[in-house]
T-cell receptor, first 113, second 112 residues
Framework: TQLLEQSPQFLSIQEGENLTVYCNSSSVFSSLQWYRQEPGEGPVLLVTVVTGGEVKKLKRLTFQFGDARKDSSLHITAAQPGDTGLYLCAGDGSGGSNYKLTFGKGTLLTVNP | NAGVTQTPKFQVLKTGQSMTLQCAQDMNHNSMYWYRQDPGMGLRLIYYSASEGTTDKGEVPNGYNVSRLNKREFSLRLESAAPSQTSVYFC???????????FGSGTRLTVV
């Protein structure tokens, strides 16, 4: 079983602060995705990273895939209350399976006004 | 809007009752998935279908069955519901790797 460990599990910050959440594994993934889930809804895809060392930016969100393709980070600059939600990372392709993703348990982010 | 549609959104069952959760996608995706989400456990894969006509077990298949009715529809059946199956169930689909999943909005199931 390929595991993705996310940290921290919970994060509560004030509006305007910066933060970084992490997604780590001992397995190599062919690609890694980040999702955000709001209460009562399904997860929504934010980004897919494919190449080791790749950095992608989505407005105030910066995603990085580790050089060895075993880990990833999500950095949010100047967090806003609208960033509140559960952030999930998911890895693809470890162990030869390209059909199903392995999900971490998530980081629950609360941004207070 | 294109996406994944799940029905019903809420359901309460008595122990031993059966029910089918419906899922349909209109994006012509090849693969479809059923997950359950429980506090502290994250998303756990129940069953998936890599393509029309195939289904495979995921991490937690016991107590469930699935049917890939056609390319659009993938249903999840609980034959004899148990309180341990109280959860939020999500259906998802995707075209292929490395594209991401599109999730439905979930079914909140309570078994009493």
């Amino acid at each position: 079983t390929q595991l993705l460990e996310q940290s921290p599990q919970f994060l509560s910050i004030q509006e305007g602060e910066n933060l970084t959440v992490y997604c780590n594994s001992s397995s190599v993934f062919s690609s890694l995705q980040w999702y955000r889930q709001e209460p009562g809804e399904g997860p929504v895809l934010l980004v897919t990273v494919v190449t080791g060392g790749e950095v992608k930016k989505l407005k105030r969100l910066t995603f990085q895939f580790g050089d060895a393709r075993k880990d990833s980070s999500l950095h949010i600059t100047a967090a806003q209350p609208g960033d509140t939600g559960l952030y999930l990372c998911a890895g693809d392709g470890s162990g030869g399976s390209n059909y199903k993703l392995t999900f971490g348990k998530g980081t629950l982010l609360t941004v207070n006004p | 809007n294109a996406g994944v549609t799940q029905t019903p959104k809420f359901q309460v069952l008595k122990t031993g009752q059966s029910m089918t959760l419906q899922c349909a996608q209109d994006m012509n995706h090849n693969s479809m998935y059923w997950y359950r989400q429980d506090p502290g456990m994250g998303l756990r894969l129940i069953y998936y279908s890599a393509s029309e006509g195939t289904t495979d077990k995921g991490e937690v298949p016991n107590g469930y069955n699935v049917s890939r009715l056609n390319k659009r529809e993938f249903s999840l059946r609980l034959e004899s519901a148990a309180p341990s199956q109280t959860s939020v169930y999500f259906c998802a689909s995707r075209e292929d790797a490395p594209y991401g999943y599109t999730f439905g909005s979930g079914t909140r199931l309570t078994v009493v």
